[in-house]
Each structure stands twice: as structure tokens, then as C-alpha cells.
T-cell receptor, first 114, second 113 residues
Framework: GQQLNQSPQSMFIQEGEDVSMNCTSS?????WLWYKQDPGEGPVLLIA?????ELTSNGRLTAQFGITRKDSFLNISASIPSDVGIYFC??????????????FGQGTTLQVKP | NAGVTQTPKFQVLKTGQSMTLQCAQD?????MSWYRQDPGMGLRLIHY???????DQGEVPNGYNVSRSTTEDFPLRLLSAAPSQTSVYFC????????????FGSGTQLSVL
């Protein structure tokens, strides 16, 4: 099946710093998504991207759908301690019955030092 | 509004034991699914359902069974637990099968000794 490569695997940054992470795929997706998982909880959707080249923001978070449709990027500006968690990219693919399935990246673990 | 509820939160099994992980949603979602999360592997789809009475296999279905007798419930059964099934399990649902906006439960941490 398809695989997503997410990098970096982990980041340890100082509060106030900007963060960038990315996700690449061997195949194209029509939808890219970014989820965040707080410690001890399930992932929560942050941003959904539907069109190649699309740039979407959610507060201090900005994500982009790559032009090739094989990659996506997430930036977090001015990090704060509550940004701690695991960030997952996901691409959506459809089977022959039009059922959508999400393929997830390995995750980027973010730690923020106050 | 409870959303997606998973029980138990933690479970320890011995090799060969069976158990059922429970998942219930109160949002009238058609689509429900089970994922497992392992370090460095992300989230991998085990089984999914597009409606009551309909289930299908995901990426890693071996060793697991599911059923969907009602819209609300989607239990995951481990028939004979193995150490390789030690993982964190997440149930997720969405309004329809084409909807990318999955709502996740808080997870079940399972250890098989």
C-alpha cells in the first residue's frame, strides 16, 4: 500500500520558535490532512487541504498542499508549551466502492521547552 | 455530547487470551474504523465499517475480528492475543465513508505478555 514519509521524527524546541514539518508520498493524493495527538488522547483534525497549491491557516498553524500533490507541509509559528504532542499527516485515498481511507505518516513528536 | 467512547482505557492480557475492545459513538456516524498506533509506524487501519451490517479489512486485519450490528457500536475482537498485538488502539468515526474528518476516541493501551 501507499506509504507516507514524515519528517522530522521528533523536534525539541524553545518556546517562541517556529516549527516546520513535512510529509511526502510515492503517489498523489486529492486530500491532505494534518492531525494533532495530545498525550493520552486520540488525534484531532487541525487542517484539511483539498487543492494542489492550497495554503490554509488555523491560528498559528499554516499548512500547504504541494503542487505535485505528493507532499504537504505544516508550519507552527511562535510555539507555546501546549503545542506539545504528535503531529500526523494523512492522505486520503478511495477504493473502488468510493470508501475513503486515510493513510497516516509516522508522526512528528514535538516537545517545547518553556 | 460524548463523541467516540472507547473502553477499557488499559488492558493487560496473557498470550492466547481473547478480549473485546469496545467502541461507541453518539453522533449517528455511518463510518467507523479501528486503527493501531505503534512507535515509528503511525496509525494503521485494522478494520472499518461503512454502515450497520457492513465491515471490511484494512491494512493490518490479521488476528482481529469486527462486527457492526448497530450504527452506534463497533467492537474489535482479539481472538488469541499475541505479543505482536501490544499497541495503542484507536476507534474513529466520520459522518459518511467519504468524509476525511475522522473523530477519534481516546484510545485503549493493550499489553500482551
Amino acid at each position: 500500500g501507499q506509504q507516507l514519509n514524515q519528517s522530522p521524527q521528533s523536534m525539541f524546541i524553545q518556546e517562541g520558535e517556529d516549527v516546520s514539518m513535512n510529509c511526502t508520498s510515492s503517489s498523489i493524493f486529492n486530500t491532505w490532512l494534518w492531525y494533532k495527538q495530545d498525550p493520552g488522547e486520540g488525534p484531532v483534525l487541525l487542517i484539511a487541504l483539498y487543492k494542489a497549491g492550497e495554503l490554509t491557516s488555523n491560528g498559528r498553524l499554516t499548512a500547504q498542499f504541494g503542487i505535485t500533490r505528493k507532499d504537504s507541509f505544516l508550519n507552527i509559528s511562535a510555539s507555546i508549551p501546549s503545542d506539545v504532542g504528535i503531529y500526523f499527516c494523512a492522505g486520503q485515498e478511495f477504493d473502488s466502492s468510493n470508501t475513503g481511507k486515510l493513510i497516516f505518516g509516522q508522526g512528528t513528536t514535538l516537545q517545547v521547552k518553556p | 455530547n460524548a463523541g467516540v467512547t472507547q473502553t477499557p482505557k488499559f488492558q493487560v492480557l496473557k498470550t492466547g487470551q481473547s478480549m473485546t475492545l469496545q467502541c461507541a459513538q453518539d453522533m449517528n456516524h455511518e463510518y467507523m474504523s479501528w486503527y493501531r498506533q505503534d512507535p515509528g509506524m503511525g496509525l494503521r487501519l485494522i478494520h472499518y465499517s461503512v454502515g450497520a451490517g457492513i465491515t471490511d479489512q484494512g491494512e493490518v486485519p490479521n488476528g482481529y475480528n469486527v462486527s457492526r450490528s448497530t450504527t452506534e457500536d463497533f467492537p474489535l475482537r482479539l481472538l488469541s492475543a499475541a505479543p505482536s498485538q501490544t499497541s495503542v488502539y484507536f476507534c474513529a468515526s466520520s459522518y459518511v465513508a467519504t468524509n476525511e474528518k475522522l473523530f477519534f476516541g481516546s484510545g485503549t493501551q493493550l499489553s500482551v505478555l
